[in-house]
């Protein structure tokens, strides 16, 4: 079965300074990975996915991701973070077709930006 | 941009109540899909929909949830009747197609009394 582990429950940085939120995946094939973003009180906004190609994605609002299959990991960074990055984060792993598509969320990384 | 949106944002519900939570997709997306995140908890699954019948359900999906593609637009989670568990933010997701991302709504937070 699919898993996502994000080992860290809590970041803070300084606004100006780089961020790396850790995921890890668990899954037999080749899998679609996704980030997704969580501000209060809102749903899920994508930020990015990989498919299959080129293993550096870029996403929305400044941010990329590095899929690393010996590593089993996709981590999600930004150079230079922005007050308003201040969300939870949470990468997801989608099983295909074999799952119909159900997407299998870890648990989510809080960050907190600090003026 | 096209989004998916949820109605109402916050329900209040008696336990044993039925409750009924509202989902409209976005209009040319085939797949829909309907999640949960019990506070502090992580986002789960709970079902996907796919040509007008279930295609794959989790453990927590049991003989007291539903799913209905009612018309064209609305797609609805039916809890018959609710448990103090049940309390949760429950999001609906809609995809194009299998293999495209899963775009979801702001979510319903249900709270059971």
């Known amino acids: 079965a699919q898993s996502v582990t994000q080992p860290d429950i809590h970041i803070t940085v300084s606004e100006g300074a780089s961020l790396e939120l850790r995921c890890n995946y668990s899954y037999g094939a080749t899998p679609y990975l996704f980030w997704y973003v969580q501000s209060p009180g809102q749903g899920l906004q994508l930020l990015l996915k990989y498919f299959s190609g080129d293993t550096l994605v870029q996403g929305i609002k400044g941010f990329e991701a590095e899929f690393k299959r010996s590593q089993s990991s996709f981590n999600l960074r930004k150079p230079s973070v922005h007050w308003s990055d201040a969300a939870e984060y949470f990468c997801?792993?989608?099983?295909?077709?074999?799952?119909?598509?159900?997407?299998?969320f870890g648990k989510g990384t809080l960050l907190t930006v600090n003026p | 941009e096209p989004e998916v949106t949820q109605t109402p944002s916050h329900q209040v519900t008696q336990m044993g109540q039925e409750v009924i939570l509202r989902c409209v997709p976005i209009?040319?997306?085939?797949?829909f899909y309907w999640y949960r995140q019990i506070l502090g908890q992580k986002v789960e699954f709970l079902v996907s929909f796919y040509n007008n019948e279930i295609s794959e359900k989790s453990e927590i999906f049991d003989d007291q949830f539903s799913v209905e593609r009612p018309d064209g637009s609305n797609f609805t989670l039916k809890i018959r009747s609710t448990k103090l568990e049940d309390s949760a933010m429950y999001f609906c997701?809609?995809?194009?197609?299998?293999?495209?991302?899963?775009?979801f709504g702001d979510g319903t937070r249900l709270s059971i009394l």
């Open positions: 997801a792993v989608d099983g295909g077709a074999g799952s119909n598509y159900k997407l299998t």
């Open positions: 997701a809609s995809s194009a197609r299998g293999n495209q991302p899963q775009h």
């Open positions: 209009s040319n997306h085939l797949y």
